[in-house]
């Protein structure tokens, strides 16, 4: 992967001043209109005066309650973009202003309601007052608009600052292809937005604690790998011989994040069930799975054929109890994996291993089929004690 391009979003930081700027002006425009009506009114009547107040405070009241809506929505993205420290701002001199806000709109708005409906009693309008709503005005929109401005300066200064360090980065390593750097490349092009996988580990589901947690495994890391590499033209020969017995009764996957419907199987295990008649066909396969620790604790063990321009887009598979391997059985000269924002190549012969919690997303952008032998196995770091809990478990879905 080679580091290049403009710089992109910056991990959504451009979305977030983009609302916080949004906020300001719609905000700057309620102020401006809101001080115009009360410092120059030129009414007919008392009631068409009181009307438009209130019509003022309504507008700061649902802009007010629109915006702790979204800033309640984003706040946690806020943390992914700019750190907790940014939450802890956001929930300071963001959500309190929004909220004091919304209040003093909503008493506003009783107010002069109460004024609109008793417009024809001198006592009541002879009372009136401009600084009152005028200072309500500045609370209800003035405040929140303070504290947008605020954040949208030092969300601008945090831009400015994410790409002085990017183009520090990236001139550290532009002048080299070593594979060696590869993370770093992806971590530089994750921060700019570059890519088309999320590269922070983030699980969809159930949560394992204290796993070991990183995109790309070596095959070296698993042992009983190696057998599968030896006995190659054995599991290709077994993979080729029950896809052509099956022909067209090769089962669709079924899954909702692919552009066609081009992932097909072939299952040997699937959500720990095993496949007793595939897998009688497939007798070496079936030996080197069981050998496997935790055999049959798998999501699924299968032949997994991606068929000519298949692609099965970014997602992050459920929870992080397994590790997948994709172990190349026909692998077209294109097409690759992508996991973490680190692109790998299947081989023939050779095994991918990686932890699907992370986004990833795999391509087939060739003419030809690629058919590889997939495996979700439980991750090495559980314990035997964990495995078994795992498989006593009354219901799990992983
Ligand atoms: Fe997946």
Same mark, same amino acid.
């Given at each position: ?78 943390? &992914?973009?700019?750190?907790? @420290? !940014?939450?802890?701002?956001? $929930?300071?001199?963001? *959500?309190?202003?929004?909220?004091? /806000? %919304? ?116 095959? &070296?890391?698993?042992?009983? @790998? !190696?057998?599968?590499?030896? $006995?190659?033209?054995? *599991?290709?020969?077994?993979?080729? /011989? %029950? ?156």
């Amino acid at each position: 992967m080679i580091i290049g391009g403009k710089l992109g979003d910056l991990k959504g930081m451009r979305s977030f001043v983009g609302v916080l700027i949004t906020q300001a002006l719609m905000l700057f425009v309620v102020l401006g209109v809101g001080l115009f009506i009360f410092w120059f009114p030129n009414f007919e009547s008392s009631q068409s005066r009181y009307s438009s107040i209130f019509g003022v405070f309504l507008i700061a009241f649902a802009s007010a309650l629109v915006f702790l809506m979204i800033w309640t929505l984003l706040i946690k993205f806020t943390e &992914e973009w700019w750190s907790i @420290i !940014a939450v802890d701002r956001v $929930s300071k001199w963001m *959500i309190i202003p929004l909220y004091a /806000a %919304i209040g003093v709109a909503f008493l506003a708005c009783i107010w002069s309601l109460l004024a609109v409906v008793k417009s024809g009693d001198e006592s009541f309008t002879s009372t009136y007052n401009p600084i009152i709503p005028s200072l309500a005005v500045v609370l209800t929109t003035g405040i929140p608009l303070a504290a947008s401005s605020f954040l949208t300066l030092l969300g601008v200064k945090r831009i400015l600052t994410l790409k002085k360090n990017m183009r520090l980065f990236e001139s550290s390593v532009s002048n080299t292809e070593s594979e060696g750097l590869s993370r770093i490349r992806a971590s530089i092009n994750a921060e700019k937005g570059i890519g088309s996988t999320f590269a922070r580990p983030e699980p969809k589901g159930f949560y394992f604690a204290g796993l070991t947690s990183k995109p790309w495994y070596e095959s &070296e890391e698993l042992e009983w @790998i !190696a057998e599968f590499e030896d $006995s190659f033209d054995d *599991i290709l020969a077994e993979a080729t /011989a %029950i896809m052509s017995n099956l022909g067209d009764d090769i089962e669709n996957y079924g899954y909702q994040g692919l552009n066609t419907e081009s992932w097909k199987k072939v299952s040997l295990v699937a959500n720990r069930e095993e496949n007793q008649e595939n897998l009688a066909a497939c007798p070496v396969t079936a030996s080197l799975l069981k050998k496997i620790p935790g055999y049959p604790i798998f999501r699924d063990a299968m032949f997994s054929i991606l068929e000519p321009g298949g692609v099965i887009t970014p997602h992050r598979d459920y929870g992080n109890l397994f590790l997948t391997m994709h172990f190349g059985l026909i692998i077209p000269p294109s097409g690759y994996m992508e996991v973490a924002n680190m692109q790998r190549n299947w081989q023939a012969g050779k095994a991918l291993v990686f932890d699907s919690s992370y986004n990833h997303q795999a391509v087939n952008d060739s003419d030809q089929s690629r058919v590889i032998l997939l495996v979700d196995f439980l991750n090495p770091d559980m314990s035997d004690q964990e495995r078994q809990w795992v498989l006593d478990a009354p219901f799990w879905k992983a």
